[in-house]
């Protein structure tokens, strides 16, 4: 029954997407890719693919593996619906979004709390994202309810931050960006929706912002280069989701403040990490530790969205810019000429210049590439690329 429907599945994306190999030159730009015919063939394969439509969650592979903890993918697959339904308003994303809710909140056990505050903090920013895009107030109260799970794990150990998951919140222990830097991100936004009203375990959403990246500025980050890291000593805890996320927060509080302070700070890490943290020989965003069905393949994908943004505010230098954008470019004309199967759907390699083989993609590379082609999509209709 699974392999039947699973055919149907494929189906559907064939029809959806068109021709696969005759459609994503962009006729206008000899050889060049369409970008926008891209994220919509990618989207729906993946909205169509990967989804359980039982469940109503999303599956660890394109085959119909169901991985029973993977509660933090589960929330870049709803920013990938989020950013594909904002672009493009089709229902069928509208559709996944509202499923999304209580399919996933059962697969949870019954509701959205988590062991681990990063993985929460996934959440939290995800649900607030589908909420605005949809104005599904389901997502407002959980979102809600997820940073008042995440603010408790706050302790002063070490000067502060937040730990990686509950254990640790009693004696200070495993605190890092994968924890702070969403945590920041949700403070900063919801400080610009909600204002003073809302204040959440003794602080309103401006004094957490402050709190939290100053933490990660303060014990996370080399101040002259810009790298953000895990152990100041080992590089191989330097990763593209870690110098992602304390970018974007550095971002939203410039959105606030206006201070250049906080630009500056998200320009260095960008700079460092685009190239630092890529392939020697094709310059591709890359981590060292990638491999088949693992999480560090979906980290890419979480830098990806925040270097987007960066590119996206109008306060950024032009030069700047444009070597940002065509950086992404670079990577995602690799993924996708080297890196990506696309018969008979779709599917990203987990790195970026080798595309999948039997047939088979984990969640994470597939985000992570999806990802990638919704940022481009974005990029062009906004008119930031040629």
């Known amino acids: 029954m699974k392999r039947i429907l699973l055919a149907s599945c494929v189906a559907l994306v064939f029809i959806a997407c068109g021709k696969i190999n005759d459609e994503?030159?962009?006729?206008?730009?000899?050889?060049?890719v369409n970008w926008t015919t891209a994220a919509d063939s990618s989207s729906i394969n993946f909205a169509?693919?990967?989804?359980?439509?039982?469940?109503?969650?999303?599956?660890?592979?394109?085959?119909?593996?169901?991985?029973?903890y993977d509660y933090w993918p589960e929330a870049h697959g709803l920013d990938v619906l989020v950013d594909a339904y904002q672009r493009t308003k089709d229902n069928v994303y509208k559709q996944r979004i509202y499923d999304f809710y209580e399919g996933v909140k059962a697969k949870n056990g019954g509701g959205f709390y988590n062991n681990y505050y990063d993985d929460m903090g996934w959440h939290g920013m995800a649900h607030l994202r589908a909420f605005e895009a949809t104005g599904d107030a389901r997502y407002e109260t959980s979102a809600k309810d997820l940073w008042k799970w995440i603010t408790v794990g706050?302790?002063?150990?070490?000067?502060?931050?937040?730990?990686?998951?509950?254990?640790?919140?009693?004696?200070?222990?495993?605190?890092?960006?994968?924890?702070?830097?969403?945590?920041?991100?949700?403070?900063?936004r919801r400080w610009q929706k909600y204002g003073e009203s809302e204040v959440i375990n003794g602080h309103n959403n401006l004094e957490w912002l402050s709190m939290i990246y100053n933490w990660m500025k303060e014990n996370r980050v080399v101040?002259?280069?810009?790298?953000?890291?895990?152990?100041?000593?080992?590089?191989?805890?330097?990763?593209?989701?870690?110098?992602?996320?304390?970018?974007?927060?550095?971002?939203?509080?410039?959105?606030?403040?206006?201070?250049?302070?906080?630009?500056?700070?998200?320009?260095?890490?960008?700079?460092?990490?685009?190239?630092?943290?890529?392939?020697?020989?094709?310059?591709?965003?890359?981590?060292?530790?990638e491999q088949e069905d693992h999480d560090v393949?979906?980290?890419?994908?979480?830098?990806?969205?925040?270097?987007?943004?960066?590119?996206?505010?109008?306060?950024?230098?032009?030069t700047t810019r444009k070597r940002y954008v065509n950086f992404l470019k670079n990577s995602a004309q690799i993924l996708w000429t080297k890196g990506t199967a696309k018969s008979p759907v779709i599917l990203f390699g987990y790195h970026w210049w080798e595309a999948p083989v039997g047939?088979?993609?984990?969640?994470?590379?597939?985000?992570?590439?999806?990802?990638?082609?919704?940022?481009?999509?974005?990029?062009?209709?906004?008119?930031?690329?040629?």
């Open 24 to 32: 994503y030159i962009d006729r206008s730009t000899k050889n060049a």
């Open 48 to 68: 169509s693919i990967y989804w359980n439509s039982t469940k109503h969650h999303f599956n660890n592979d394109n085959l119909g593996a169901i991985g029973q």
């Open 154 to 188: 706050w302790n002063d150990f070490d000067g502060g931050g937040i730990p990686w998951n509950h254990e640790n919140t009693v004696n200070g222990k495993s605190k890092g960006i994968p924890s702070n830097g969403p945590a920041a991100i949700i403070a900063a």
């Open 223 to 289: 101040q002259q280069s810009g790298r953000v890291f895990e152990k100041v000593e080992d590089s191989k805890g330097d990763w593209t989701y870690n110098a992602g996320t304390y970018m974007g927060a550095a971002l939203e509080f410039y959105k606030i403040t206006g201070n250049k302070v906080y630009l500056n700070d998200a320009i260095k890490t960008a700079d460092w990490t685009t190239s630092t943290l890529v392939n020697t020989t094709n310059k591709s965003l890359s981590d060292w530790a």
């Open 297 to 318: 393949n979906l980290f890419k994908g979480i830098f990806v969205r925040y270097l987007t943004e960066l590119i996206r505010n109008k306060d950024l230098p032009e």
């Open 359 to 386: 047939g088979k993609a984990g969640l994470r590379a597939q985000l992570s590439g999806a990802m990638l082609m919704e940022s481009l999509a974005v990029l062009k209709k906004e008119g930031y690329l040629n």
